[in-house]
């Protein structure tokens, strides 16, 4: 029994085209379409596994939707003799209203259930010219960035504009606390002066008490010597004067 048409609408149809240069991963793209009211199971095969990196390789694809697969080849060093012998082979079936495990579809799937279609693989290598319009695609693309950029500064500065009040309070809170220390500091420095001052203040009253004590104690002795002389002047006088009445 023949295999039933493919449901699925494939974008490329026939072939996949990859354009170098291949020094690096090279990308092509496969549209799956599902025109069906039904929901489809889809898997993409290769015969080139190790070269190949497939994002999605299989799933479902639901009814009236379609996605888009990643097929990525891998870097590799480009021969233009050596034609592409690699191929890629969409398999779908209808999935089951019963559907749980997709694996176990697969398996259990009958030959005449399955569908398929088959892609060729091309590698490109771009011209001069097409390297010189690709370099100028390039120009015009980041040309347009850079108005994008300039036009993108503009809310930027908008919304720095909206954060200035905050600056303005960080800022003048800044200068209240550099104000705040400076007074702080001149505090400080006029305490010390006062101290200074007071230490020396109280070096003079010292050495004058010290001195005024000095004076009032040589005066104090003073005093008592002409005391002392006083009474032997007074005594000599009165035994002078008992000596004479005794005669």
Known sequence: MARPEQV?????????????PFTDVVTATLKLTNPT??????????TAPRRYCVRPNSGIIDAGTSINVSVMLQPFDYDPNEKSKHKFMVQSMLAPYDMTDMEGVWKEAKPEELMDSKLRCAFEMPLENDKTHDSEIIKTVSSSASVKTEHSVLPKSASA??????????MEECKRLQMEVQRLREENKQIREDDSLRKRKVTPVATAHSSSTMATTAMRDEGLSTRVLAFCVLFFVIGVIIGKLAL
């Open 8 to 20: 699925l609408l494939l974008e490329p149809q026939h072939e996949l085209k990859f354009r170098g």
């Open 37 to 46: 009211d039904r929901n489809v199971c889809f898997k993409v095969k290769t």
């Open 161 to 170: 504009s909206l954060d200035d009040g905050e600056v303005k309070k960080i």
